[in-house]
């Protein structure tokens, strides 16, 4: 057991956070939003006041402390500042994913919760219009945007401030009061799971877990004062929360949103514009998004010639032998090497750094499990994409790479102050180097799960939250983090294997492959449901094959043979041989008749693959690849499939 854990000298609420931040950085900017054709910016002071004229509202309306208030919108500052006033109010916020669909998902959080009111944004609700005869113990609706046809139970955020004015006018001192009533071990938040297996867990985070984690990331992430963050990924996860809003505000940072699109394709196509305008020193983000900036940047480069593209590759690969594992970099042997690097990195390095905003310092990188090769990638191209791990139930940060403490492939090294250990599946712990269940302890640590007793003493035992992660400690310090329990495969001999590192690997390394999920459960052999490209994999055909018609047989069993050459490259002989050990390869292709995506619960709202919901969707499929006639790459139901 690596033992960090000592008592905080100081047990703070996010109230206490805020007030004291503020009071340092009242001047400077917090949050940065475009509503419209322009950025606009809110200091650290206007949103504390902002904060209070809600929080006060929400107390005219009968809001008590304890109360829960469910929040729905896409990220703004209004969301930020809703957040801000429940809790200030003695509320507790149940941040919802708009990804949610209007139905069970939405209908079983906002009951479970105990929701007395609902926080939504214009766009967002006609979905709990849909279903509000269904939320009987639902009081207000609380609008962000104007409405004209308002119904009986709603109320606008204008309405909701203008309320609030008049509280404080009328109640002076009554919220100071309440939320100088506030401890540390109240309930802040109540942040569900994604509900793949069963009904979502209501995970019960206090006001110190959020503080304690911000102080905890402070241990191995550092960033400048003024500091300018652009949060693309959800703000209803914790993750936004912590390495977002409480740890900028920390460092006197500012965070901006990515402006609401009118459709979740519209939301996408504005981030790009985003990183122009905003021009970020840091960014969250997450695996799949990282993949994406990497396929643009190649495309614009191969749009400039067979030259530039032979040599951006050839700088490319330099800086990425130079930099080795980063942890090792450069050296004597290797000290040639600098000028030809700085002299790439002013001609082609930081010309890419434009494109996503000239002023990038790092990615924080949440999520799945990110590529070595990826971070490779990013650090060559002189903005590191640092690997953190955690879990909600850790509010969530556990450990993080940095600048100058980073090994690539690894998960970085552990918060501090906190306990962690690796077990195995007896309880015992393993000393280093050797894989188990990843355990931990500390004041980031859930209160648990709500209303679910059972769940909770079977995940929290003794203050240990045990993860249902497996990893390996490689000394006191650092991290590696190599798969999901529930994920191991089994092969027909019970040896027992994570898919993640070859799946991240073949979607990395292809244009062909957008998403893989590998499947082995006591099988005669691995089969992969391969998500293709299909627009690439028809450029390959008409390159490779001008005279064969795109639409016919032909043209769709080429395709499948260079999907299979992408599989193969891993095999002995091929351009990744001895990545993986070839037993874990697949024998047998699917190919997947539509992409893994939200609305069809085959991926979560951070952009991870919902392995359960995939392989229940194609059991039929999998089992038609165990026989001799679905082995056979080029069978029917793959042609049908592209």
Known sequence: MIKFFVNMPERLTIIDFVEKYTREYASHVFLREKPADHWTETTFEQTRLEAYRVAAGLMSLGINKGDKISLLSEGRNLWVIGELGILYAGAVNVPLSIKLEEGSDLVFRIRHSDSRFVMVSGSQLPKIRRIVSELPALEKIIVFDEIEDRRDNEITMSEVLALGDAFLKEHPGELEARYRSIGPDDYANISYTSGTTADPKGILLTHRNYTANVEQAHSVVAIEPDSVMLIILPLDHCFAHVAGFYTMMSYCGSIATVPVGKTPMAALRNIPLAIKEVRPHVMLSVPALARNFKKNIETAIKAKGPKVEKLYNFALNLAISYNKEYYNRGGILQIWKKPLIA?????????????????????????????????????????????????????????????????????????????????DGDGKSLPYGERGEIVVRGENVMAGYWKNPVSTAETVVDGWLHTGDMGYMRDEEFLYVVGRFKSLLISADGEKYSPEGFEDSLTDGSKYIDQVVLHNNQDPYTTVIVVPNKEALKEYVKSSNPGVDIDSREAKELMLKKIQDEVNSYRKGGSRAGMFPERWLPAAIIVADEPFTEQNHMVNSTMKIVRGKVEKHYADRIEYALTPEGKNLLNDKNIASL
Request: net charge positive; with cysteine.
């Open 343 to 423: 002299l790439f990195d002013k001609l082609i390095f930081k010309t890419v750094r434009q494109n996503l905003g000239g002023r990038m310092q790092f990615f924080i990188g949440g999520g799945a499990l990110l590529d070595i090769e990826l971070q490779r990638y990013y650090c060559a191209i002189g903005i590191p994409m640092f690997q953190g791990y955690g879990l909600s139930e850790a509010t969530p940060i556990i450990s993080a790479n940095s600048a100058g403490h980073c090994i690539f492939g690894s998960s970085g090294r552990v918060v501090k102050p906190m306990d962690i250990k690796i077990c």
